[in-house]
DNA sequence: AATTCGGGGGG
DNA sequence: CCCCCAGAATT
């Protein structure tokens, strides 16, 4: 083979043969999942929907304990539209990017109105749907040939093309050109089951990939090198001071407003300032509640994509009204911050029992 | 084009 | 600890 003819191989690969030989792969070897109800290309709109959104930047097995228990609490469009904003955040507690679930309320409002969008246009037009979502949902669902880009779509194809820094664009360009139009949906779908069980980030599976024949990155021997990793912006500590008032089961709760865990409730807390000591932050922050400080709980620290809080928590008393936990949405900071005084009365209630023999 | 936004699983 | 995950909105 000469050199000219293995560079024409690698910019363009015997597309019928690739897509014959991923689709039948498919067909043999792809995942059985919950939003895959229904005919291929024809899948329930709502379910393929909410298995978008909540299934953007989160992995298919967290996924799934989700999906179910939001089907269950909003089964229609009806449902999540006529739902208040806490009880959709509370079905998404702990899910993260809790935007998605602000947007997705707001789009079935408009769904609800207008029913739902059989385009890719369409689609984008509603909130929280992007170029991925649209063209997810527009293929899987009614059968428009669009090709999704997503993570696994630009793992495979870095690899399939041998490029180590695909951008965006340079993704789309190929995702389209190899979409079969006759099965737009299985495609998707297949090469999506693809990266997320054969073509994996760290150890591709290559020996069982029905793409093998046509990679770049395995005919180099290296798969696994590809794509690049990303540079992503380093860590920032924040550290904050939060007030307990009431217990682990009622407490003062304030709702989130920004976009950082916007839209949940939390334990009032205040940023220390650089070079502001702890002690004086906590009076800023109960000076603001009309509080009265009590001792230290203990810290909790959590790192969200880029910041790493580190939350100290104390004790107060103040005349504010409490609200049950159980029914609010907190972050997992949050929840941390009351297990230190739910493992402290737990602890109590151990010494207590102690004695009582 | 770069940043920002959660949280958890796996090497 | 470091990487990534069925991305979208904002700047």
């Given at each position: 083979?000469?050199?000219?003819?293995?560079?024409?191989?690698?910019?363009?690969?015997?597309?019928?043969?690739l897509?014959?030989?991923l689709l039948?792969?498919?067909?043999?070897?792809?995942?059985?999942?919950?939003?895959?109800?229904?005919?291929?290309?024809?899948?329930e709109?709502?379910?393929?929907?909410?298995?978008?959104?909540?299934?953007?930047?989160?992995?298919?097995?967290?996924?799934?304990?989700?999906?179910?228990?939001?089907l269950?609490?909003?089964?229609?469009?009806?449902?999540?539209?006529?739902?208040?904003?806490?009880?959709?955040?509370?079905a998404?507690?702990?899910?993260?990017?809790?935007?998605?679930?602000?947007?997705?309320?707001?789009?079935?409002?408009?769904?609800?109105?207008?029913?739902?969008?059989d385009?890719?246009?369409?689609?984008?037009?509603l909130?929280?749907?992007?170029p991925?979502?649209?063209?997810?949902v527009?293929?899987?669902?009614?059968?428009?040939a669009?090709a999704?880009?997503?993570?696994?779509?630009?793992?495979?194809?870095?690899?399939l093309?041998?490029e180590?820094?695909?951008?965006?664009?340079?993704?789309?360009?190929?995702?389209?050109?190899?979409?079969?139009?006759?099965?737009?949906?299985?495609?998707n779908?297949?090469?999506?089951?693809?990266?997320?069980?054969?073509c994996?980030?760290?150890?591709?599976r290559?020996?069982?990939?029905?793409?093998?024949?046509?990679?770049?990155a395995?005919a180099?021997?290296?798969?696994?090198?590809?794509?690049?990793?990303?540079?992503?912006p380093?860590?920032q500590?924040?550290p904050?001071?939060?007030?307990?008032?009431?217990?682990?089961h009622?407490a003062?709760?304030e709702?989130?407003?920004?976009?950082?865990?916007?839209?949940?409730?939390?334990?009032?807390s205040?940023?220390?300032?650089?070079?502001?000591?702890?002690?004086?932050?906590?009076?800023r922050?109960?000076?603001?509640?009309?509080?009265?400080?009590?001792?230290?709980?203990?810290?909790?620290?959590?790192t969200?994509?880029?910041r790493?809080?580190?939350?100290?928590?104390?004790?107060?008393?103040?005349?504010?009204?409490?609200?049950?936990v159980?029914?609010?949405?907190?972050?997992?900071?949050?929840?941390?911050?009351?297990d230190?005084?739910r493992?402290?009365?737990?602890s109590?209630f151990?010494?207590?029992?102690?004695?009582?023999?």
């Amino acid at each position: 083979m000469t050199a000219k003819s293995v560079a024409a191989f690698q910019d363009v690969p015997d597309v019928p043969a690739l897509r014959s030989a991923l689709l039948a792969w498919f067909d043999v070897s792809g995942r059985d999942l919950p939003w895959r109800r229904g005919q291929e290309g024809a899948r329930e709109p709502y379910r393929v929907w909410i298995a978008e959104i909540l299934l953007q930047q989160t992995q298919v097995v967290r996924g799934l304990v989700y999906y179910d228990r939001f089907l269950t609490t909003f089964p229609d469009v009806h449902a999540l539209a006529a739902a208040p904003e806490s009880d959709v955040l509370k079905a998404w507690e702990g899910c993260g990017y809790y935007a998605r679930a602000r947007n997705l309320r707001r789009a079935a409002q408009i769904v609800a109105q207008n029913g739902f969008p059989d385009t890719h246009a369409g689609w984008l037009a509603l909130p929280g749907v992007g170029p991925y979502t649209a063209a997810a949902v527009s293929s899987l669902a009614f059968g428009e040939a669009r090709a999704v880009n997503d993570g696994n779509v630009r793992r495979v194809l870095s690899r399939l093309y041998g490029e180590r820094q695909p951008t965006e664009a340079w993704v789309q360009v190929r995702a389209d050109a190899l979409l079969d139009s006759r099965r737009p949906g299985a495609w998707n779908e297949a090469i999506m089951d693809l990266g997320a069980t054969v073509c994996t980030p760290r150890s591709p599976r290559c020996g069982v990939c029905p793409l093998a024949p046509f990679c770049a990155a395995y005919a180099s021997g290296q798969a696994e090198t590809y794509p690049a990793p990303k540079v992503r912006p380093a860590v920032q500590d924040v550290p904050a001071v939060a007030v307990l008032i009431g217990d682990a089961h009622d407490a003062v709760l304030e709702l989130r407003t920004g976009s950082l865990l916007g839209g949940l409730l939390g334990l009032p807390s205040e940023p220390v300032g650089a070079g502001e000591a702890v002690p004086d932050a906590l009076n800023r922050l109960c000076a603001r509640l009309e509080a009265r400080p009590g001792l230290l709980l203990g810290q909790v620290t959590h790192t969200m994509t880029h910041r790493r809080v580190t939350l100290h928590v104390y004790r107060a008393d103040a005349a504010l009204p409490r609200q049950p936990v159980a029914q609010a949405a907190l972050s997992r900071l949050d929840h941390r911050a009351l297990d230190l005084l739910r493992d402290r009365q737990e602890s109590l209630f151990a010494w207590d029992a102690l004695f009582a023999e």
